[in-house]
């Protein structure tokens, strides 16, 4: 095999979210002599976010001045909070957390946003490089980070290369920083090898799913943020819902469950459909059309569980280290300062050293700290939940005590015991199954290239696997990946990793961490809109 063709940077990030772009922008604002480029997995910038979004617009109105004058394509100013306890037929009022008031805030498309982003980055110099994914870390000869590999294109399921293919090259940079968002695989890589998670909680995670629908006219009111919890899930599993309204008719649904649920039969895309089937729902939606849809994991650890973010020669930013602030439903605006902290670190000196101090003593994880016994309160279920969070809020989060954060893997019961009680209904509106819902995330890989889900020991899968726990794989997957077949040969576990939309749930929730999720070819996966 020929040697790598080698491209030499000051500094290359990976990922093309609101970190990697803040990041990109504030260090060429600062050092424009600097070389920097930015690798996006997506085909297009924007392509693979998916998120609610409210965001708060300081981050923003510090990085692009005058942006309100010329704002992302979707971006609706706040308007009325509303927070309801659903049974199953009916609602009820709670009251606003005020972490979740959303004054001065506004409803965007974060992927639209990104893509709002991206030529800004540009005329600023910076070298954007969407459809080429960062397979692996590069290391020097004293095992630091030196840059990434992309990916080789046009390579065969068994590993042969085809007549389309191109040798990936690898980009060496001074510092590499790693804005992959939840449970980026690099970022995986690089907290095992470095132990950055040493000192740390284990990380726990979600999975949110959202679908952005079309209305008849006069049923949104552009602005209005409605947030639920209760049915369809029963207390014992954290999540709710959110239903944001947007312009042209146009509405934001989305549902978030925790990954440590106890029950292994749960699903959590069901519990979504359901969640649309409550009568305030259907009343909305029903007559409406489906736009687009898609689903990904992201981060609930927070404070806790926080890994170190730096290494030799690399940085994480963003939902790679895991920033989101979970009782104000909001990941963005730690993203973006996060970025342009690490900007503002590079610029004053070409190095990692020195960042995971600056981040810890940063108002990013001032606000962390304040709220992080909110969400392992809600492990002991909802109503124990609330009541913590609002001694929390009272205290400001001034009481001495931390909670742990769990493995979410780790939490199943077995097949055999006892499980939940499912109030569900019969079901009318789109998308019937995950099958239908992973059309409208336009998701496309090629079928003849390697799969990019990894079990690294199958044979698990249907000796203690399938006995203790029945195989959850094939109900947590969102997209309908993992399919128990049986032929001739007996059972075996299918892989469909052309339906996959990148959400990182099976990498998180298998209950023996033996899928390992490894990106696909460039350009490859789902193709969202204004999501």
């Known amino acids: ?3 790598r063709e080698i491209m030499e940077y000051d500094v290359v990030i990976v990922g093309a979210g609101p ?3 803040a990041c990109a922008i504030r260090l060429k604002q ?11 997995k997506a085909a297009e910038i924007g392509g693979h976010i998916l998120s609610g979004a409210v965001i708060e617009p300081e981050p923003l109105d510090a990085l692009i001045e005058g942006w309100r004058d010329d704002p992302p394509p979707i971006c609706v100013p706040a308007g ?3 927070f309801l306890h659903l049974s199953k037929t009916g609602k009820r009022k709670l009251p606003t957390p005020p972490q979740q008031k959303n004054h001065g805030n506004f409803i965007v ?3 639209a946003m990104c893509g709002w982003l991206a030529p800004k980055a540009e005329a600023l110099g910076v070298d954007l490089f969407p459809g080429f994914a960062a397979a ?3 290391y020097n000869d004293a095992d630091e980070v030196q840059g990434v590999i992309i990916g080789d294109m046009g390579v065969d399921a068994q590993g042969n290369e085809k007549d389309t293919y191109v040798q990936g090259i690898e980009i060496r940079a001074s510092v590499t920083v790693l804005g992959e968002g939840c449970r980026g695989h690099l970022s995986k890589r690089a907290i095992k090898k470095y132990k950055l998670d040493a000192d740390s909680d284990p990380q726990t995670y979600g999975i949110g799913m959202k679908e952005l629908w079309r209305l008849p006219e006069g049923r949104v009111e552009p602005g209005l943020i409605q947030h639920t919890v209760g049915w369809p899930l029963p207390s014992e599993i954290y999540g709710g819902s959110f239903v944001y309204h947007l312009d042209k008719d146009r509405v934001a649904v989305g549902f978030v469950c925790g990954l440590d649920y106890q029950d292994p039969e749960f699903m959590p895309f069901e519990a979504f459909q359901q969640f649309k089937h409550h009568p305030m729902m259907h009343e909305l939606l029903e007559g409406g059309e489906i736009l687009s849809s898609g689903a990904r994991a992201l981060v609930e650890g927070g404070y806790q569980s926080l890994p170190k973010v730096e290494m030799p020669g690399a940085m994480l930013i963003g939902d790679s280290a895991g920033l989101l602030n979970v009782p104000k439903i909001k990941g963005t605006h730690q993203a973006m300062k996060s970025g342009m902290l690490a900007a503002e670190h590079l610029s004053e000196k070409l190095s990692s050293e020195g960042f995971d101090k600056r981040l810890r003593d940063s108002d990013i994880m001032a606000e962390l700290k304040k709220v992080r016994n909110i969400r392992p309160g809600f492990n002991k279920g909802l109503w124990r939940g609330m009541s913590i969070a609002a001694i929390e809020t009272a205290t400001a989060g001034k009481l001495p005590r931390t909670l742990s954060n769990h493995a979410d893997h780790e ?3 077995k097949i055999d015991e006892k499980g939940l009680e499912f109030d569900y209904v019969d079901r009318d509106l789109p998308p019937r199954d995950r099958l239908a819902s ?7 890989h090629d079928e003849d290239q390697p799969v990019h889900l990894k079990v690294i020991d199958p044979d698990v899968c249907f000796t203690r696997c399938e006995e203790e726990y029945g195989n959850p794989c094939t109900r947590f997957c969102p997209a309908n990946v993992y399919e128990v077949v049986e032929d001739e040969g007996g059972k075996r576990l299918q892989i469909n990793a052309a339906n996959c939309v990148h959400c990182k749930t099976c990498d998180i929730a298998d209950p023996y961490q033996v899928i390992d999720w490894v990106t696909p070819e460039g350009g490859s996966g789902p193709n969202y809109t204004n999501l």
Not at 30 to 40: G, M, Y
Not at 438 to 444: F, G, H, L
């Open 109 to 111: 498309s974060l992927g």
């Open 80 to 82: 009325k909070d509303q």
């Open 136 to 138: 692996d870390l590069s």
């Open 19 to 21: 970190a990697g772009l």
């Open 438 to 444: 992973v059309y409208y995330a336009q998701t496309e």
């Open 411 to 413: 939490q199943y019961r």
């Open 1 to 3: 095999m020929s040697e």
């Open 30 to 40: 600062l050092s424009d002599d600097l070389n920097v480029c930015v690798i996006e």
